[in-house]
């Protein structure tokens, strides 16, 4: 069969893209995440012995919201940004809080644009151009370590700790180069990254995190119906902790 032309490999992928827009993607995509988690945790018995408190540990989301991505299973969201320095702190964190999980629960992402002072909407439109080009998964903490160990899609300047001047922010061509690194053409990536499916993707994130009054990051939302900060428990540690709890929580139905 004679290879595909530059051209048409790009049309593939935005026509990709568009499925991945309509819900076709997500299910590889959420694969992905969870095959590197296997073998699951043993699922936990859920008791209620007071050591998390509703309105100081956690909070309820009421009314519940839809799941940022169709699944059966008890969703673990992270809302997140690349360019969030907290976030990156707790990025191996979520990684433990994925392999403590059991098989009935799946960890998923959600970035956030909420602070456009500080290039956060060029890292939420990278996150779903990468996702539906199917190396998101793969890439998450090497793009956390190129934005804050080597610098290389860095908005911050990790000398001072203080965002760049606006001229030498990382542009979404800059971030395709680092995708290279995966096997992903970077005008591919560009392409899709600029396609009206990652436009709507960015839109329903945007909309979905404001429906679960999530007014920091990082946060996680469990089910579209819990939801706390790893500030409300102030150790890593807890925030596994609470997290499987919650999950334990809602598989009892409680």
Request: contains cysteine.
């Amino acid at each position: 069969m004679p290879s595909l032309t530059k051209d048409r490999k790009v049309l593939l992928a935005v026509l990709l893209a568009v499925l991945f827009a309509a819900g076709f993607a997500a299910a590889p995509a959420a694969a992905a995440t969870t095959a590197a988690a296997a073998p699951a945790a043993p699922a936990q018995p859920f008791v209620d012995d007071g050591q998390w408190v509703e309105g100081k540990d956690y909070f309820r989301i009421d009314p519940a919201q839809p799941k940022a991505v169709a699944t059966d299973k008890i969703e673990v969201l992270e809302v997140f940004s690349y360019a969030c320095p907290a976030c990156n702190a707790f990025h191996t964190t979520m990684d433990q809080i994925e392999k403590s999980l059991p098989a009935n629960a799946v960890v998923h992402y959600l970035p956030a644009a909420f602070r456009p002072d500080e290039n956060w909407p060029v890292y939420q439109r990278a996150f779903y151009a990468a996702e539906a080009l199917g190396v998101r998964a793969k890439a998450q903490d090497a793009f956390f370590d190129a934005t804050w160990k080597t610098g290389e899609t860095a908005t911050y300047d990790l000398n001072t700790g203080r965002p760049k001047p606006k001229g030498a922010w990382p542009t979404i061509e800059d971030i395709a180069k680092f995708y290279a690194k995966f096997g992903v053409d970077p005008k591919e990536f560009v392409a899709v990254a600029n396609s009206f499916s990652v436009n709507t993707k960015m839109k329903q994130a945007d909309d979905l995190i404001k429906a679960y009054g999530v007014p920091g990051t990082p946060a996680i939302v469990v089910d579209g119906k819990y939801r706390f900060s790893p500030s409300d428990v102030h150790t890593n540690q807890r925030a596994i902790e609470l997290t499987q709890w919650l999950v334990a929580k809602e598989a009892a139905g409680k």
